[in-house]
Nanobody, 125 residues
């Protein structure tokens, strides 16, 4: 059974930083695309950043220059480094594992078949 477990969420003031991690079990994550998505209650989910098995990245315009996605295939772990956080970054952040390498589709939710439970990030002004 594939499981994804996010950690690292919390509360921070605007301008601060947080680092999220997502540990994968039950699958060899290095074979597949991975991504971070976020969702605010009452709004549609949003892709934040995606990464393919060899490190190719795609990042949403809303967080470009502030957020960096990375992965450690040896540890089966995905990361999201978030800096210069804004109140509008407040959301539940989910990591996702794809069923393929995700070429050209790293920010499409339909690329991903396994999802974590989410970790809350709250940014206060």
């Amino acid at each position: 059974q594939v499981q994804l477990a996010e950690s690292g969420g919390g509360s921070v003031q605007a301008g601060g930083s947080l680092n999220l991690s997502c540990s994968v079990s039950g699958a060899v994550a290095s074979n597949y695309a991975m991504a971070w998505f976020r969702r605010v209650p009452g709004k549609e989910g949003e892709a934040v950043a995606g990464i393919d098995p060899i490190g190719g990245r795609n990042t949403a315009e809303s967080v470009k220059g502030r957020f960096t996605i990375s992965r450690d295939n040896a540890k089966n772990t995905l990361y999201l480094r978030m800096s210069s956080l804004k109140p509008e970054d407040t959301a539940t952040y989910y990591c996702a594992l794809g069923a393929n390498r995700g070429h050209g589709r790293l920010l499409k939710s339909e690329t991903y078949v396994h999802w974590g439970q989410g970790t809350q990030v709250t940014v206060s002004s």
